[in-house]
C-alpha cells in the first residue's frame, strides 16, 4: 500500500517507525530472557491497567529460596504450632514444639494445617483410629492425646489430611501419603464416572 499524499507518506512512516521499534524492543526484550532462563519468576504490568502487575513463578522452588520463605516460617513455626492448638485442644502440642523447631518439613505443615477452617472439628476419636489405622504410636495424658517419638511427622500428616489407607483387597490394608490434599466432591465424582 502506497501513501496517495504527503500526510498520508508522513503517518505511513510514522507507522512503519513505530512497528520497527516495537520489533527490536520485543527482540532485546527477548535476548534478555533467554541469557537470564534461570529467572524464578516473571513480573509485568498491564497495558490496560499500568498499577496492577502480574507474577508467573516458574520454579516454585527457586522462588521460595529467592523470597526466603523457608526462614519466614520456621521463624513464625512456634506461633502457628499455639495457633493450631487453640483450634484442636485434643492434641497436646506442647509436646511436639521442639520437635517442629527443629524440622523444615514440620514447619510447613503446621503452616498448612493453621490455614485449614475445618481443625475444630476434629473428632477425638476418630483421630485416635486414625492414628491406629497409619501406625502412628500416639500416648494419652490428661484426655490429650500427642505421637510418640518418631511418629510426629506422620501425626501432622495426618491431621493435615495427608496420609491415607486404602483396603480394596482383603485383609491387606495399603497406607498412602498424599502429594497434595486437593480433595474431590461426591458429585464431581458422579459426573465423571457418567462420562
Known sequence: MRPTSRRHARAWMCAARRWILNRCKLREAWQSFQSKVHWELISASLRKAPARRITWILRPTGFEFTAAIETSIAARALEFTQDVARSVPCVDFTKLEDFISKHRRAARLIASL???????????????????????????????????????????????????????VDDSEELYLAGNRRGISRTAQRIEAVD
Not at 155 to 164: A, M, Q
Open 114 to 168: 493453621r490455614a485449614r477452617n475445618d481443625l475444630a472439628r476434629t473428632s477425638p476419636r476418630k483421630l485416635k483410629r486414625r492414628c491406629k489405622q497409619n501406625d502412628i504410636n500416639i500416648v494419652e495424658e490428661n484426655g490429650r492425646i500427642y505421637p510418640q517419638r518418631g511418629c510426629e511427622l506422620a501425626f501432622l500428616e495426618l491431621l493435615d489430611r495427608r496420609r491415607y489407607t486404602v483396603e480394596l
